[in-house]
């Protein structure tokens, strides 16, 4: 499912991942060998290497995301013309084994608002949601059940989304052989979040989040803390979209 063939008789990366393939190409069906490098959702660079017994000319189609403003691209270390987000680039030229592609999408953090006007940070394709500690416990049905052990119910400075590249830190780690879960994220986003005294449980579950943004001057408010996000595919319990309060721009935990 990441690789599909063309009608011009070449092949296409669409999904990206780890991964190789084998696959006929050219007016001749010669067989060639792709194999993609990358860390990619959670980092920006990407590789794949050509491998084929003897030179065969074929298109090279690459899905450039919509979300990317500047993505990249280079053949043997030789920069190409900058492809259009949304698009499918085609790298049409005679290839031999050997022969690297890299591919770069830069990824920047974004705010897209949500219901009440709360706000869910983004970086490249990736929604981040608060990282919360889980409790796990098996219910009289014999059910699995998680609940959190940390603190879930915090509010995001209204001033810090406008600067997010300043307040809000990428923390990246090491590889793991579990990505996508909440130990092994491979990358973490660090800000700065406080307790929202109007955000509470209803029925074991957040209650209805509240309007943003909201003064700080309307009710007590307690310490500011750090917090970490985390892609969202890496947790079980979600906290994603955040409500706002108006906090003065540089105020920082203590």
């Known amino acids: 499912h990441l690789w599909m063939a063309s009608a011009d008789d070449g092949v296409a990366a669409l999904a990206y991942?780890?991964?190789?393939?084998?696959?006929?190409?050219?007016?001749?069906g010669r067989e060639v060998t792709i194999t993609e490098t990358t860390d990619y959702p959670f980092r920006q660079t990407l590789e794949f290497r050509v491998d084929t017994a003897r030179e065969v000319r074929f298109p090279f189609h690459l899905r450039i995301?919509?979300?990317?403003?500047?993505?990249?691209?280079?053949?043997n270390d030789q920069p190409q013309t900058a492809p259009q987000p949304g698009t499918v680039a085609v790298l049409k030229r005679t290839w031999r084994?050997?022969?690297?592609?890299?591919?770069k999408f830069p990824m920047v953090l974004?705010?897209?608002?949500?219901?009440?006007?709360?706000?869910?940070?983004y970086r490249g394709p990736l929604l981040?949601?608060?990282?919360?500690?889980?409790?796990?416990s098996v219910n009289e049905d014999g059910d699995r059940e998680v609940r959190p052990k940390s603190r879930w119910n915090y509010a995001l400075n209204e001033n810090h989304i406008k600067?997010?590249?300043r307040y809000f830190k990428v923390k990246t780690g090491s590889r793991t052989n579990k990505p996508w879960s909440l130990e092994g994220a491979p990358i973490r986003l660090e800000g700065i979040g406080i307790q929202h005294p109007l955000w509470q449980l209803y029925?074991?579950?957040?209650?209805?989040i509240p309007w943003s943004p909201q003064p700080s001057g309307r009710f007590q408010l307690g310490d500011l803390e750090y917090i970490t996000l985390v892609p969202y595919g890496c947790s079980t319990l979600r906290v994603s979209a955040f409500p706002t309060?108006?906090?003065?721009?540089g105020k920082k935990p203590q």
């Open 163 to 165: 600067d997010l590249e």
């Open 245 to 249: 309060i108006f906090l003065p721009p």
């Open 203 to 208: 029925n074991e579950s957040a209650g209805p």
């Open 65 to 75: 995301p919509s979300w990317c403003s500047n993505p990249w691209i280079s053949i």
């Open 128 to 136: 981040y949601a608060l990282e919360i500690e889980e409790e796990w």
């Open 110 to 121: 974004t705010v897209r608002r949500w219901h009440e006007n709360s706000v869910s940070l």
């Open 17 to 28: 991942a780890p991964s190789s393939v084998t696959a006929k190409v050219g007016d001749k």
């Open 97 to 103: 084994s050997g022969d690297i592609v890299r591919v």
